[in-house]
Each structure stands twice: as structure tokens, then as C-alpha cells.
């Protein structure tokens, strides 16, 4: 008997257009907890807006995140302060598991980070 799978990161229906051309066309997909996955496709498929709108770097136009238990509905998303991050940024961070990074930019990006971080 097979243990039920965990997926730690579901996407399901993202949509990311730039102007009039529609880069991610309504793209669903799972990936379990403990696997490694790996997305490949020709130069301008999509690959790295794929990657920045799971970290909300770049806010999808529709569809659901979800990374462990943080969801984010990006419907009704409205972009928080405006934040800006530098494309293709190598080695942001030297130290840390790729779950943590685009944990860190889900909560940074939604908002969240005023009731986390806020100093009492």
C-alpha cells in the first residue's frame, strides 16, 4: 500500500501575459513533497516567469499558488509595495533550500510579512 502523496507546490490555472503577449496560458501543475522536478522548454517558453510568479516576483494575471500551506488566490492579488526584483539574480541567497526562498517571497509579497516581522 502507497503512502497518499503530498504536494507541496500546486499551481492550477496560472496566467501571465506581458502587453499582448500571453506567456503562461493557464499552466497547472503539482509537484510532490521529496521530489525534485525540473521545467524545460525552448528559449522564451516561459520557463522563468513560470519560476517568478511562483515566488510572486512577477504577479500572475489569475490562477492559484499554493507552497506548503501558504495559498495565494492571484484573482483578487493586488501587489504589495510595489517590489521590484532584479531578473535572472544569481545566488541571492547562499544558504537555504528552494522551498525556503520562494516561502520567504510568497509571505514578503502577500503582505503578510507587516503581521510577521512587525517589531513589538
Known sequence: MTEPREDRIVAEGVHKAFGENEVLKGVSFSVAQGSATAIIGPS??????????????????????????????????????????????????????????VMSSAVLNSGLSDSLFAVQ
Do not use: C
Not at 519560476?51 to 492579488?77: H, K, Q, T, W
Open 44 to 101: 522564451g517558453s516561459g520557463k522563468t516567469t513560470l519560476l517568478r510568479a511562483l515566488n510572486a516576483l512577477d504577479v500572475p494575471d489569475a490562477g492559484v499558488i499554493r507552497v506548503g500551506e501558504v495559498e495565494i488566490d492571484f484573482s483578487n492579488y493586488q501587489a504589495v509595495n510595489g517590489i521590484q526584483v532584479p531578473f535572472h539574480v544569481q545566488k541571492l541567497i547562499s544558504n537555504g533550500l528552494v522551498l525556503d526562498l
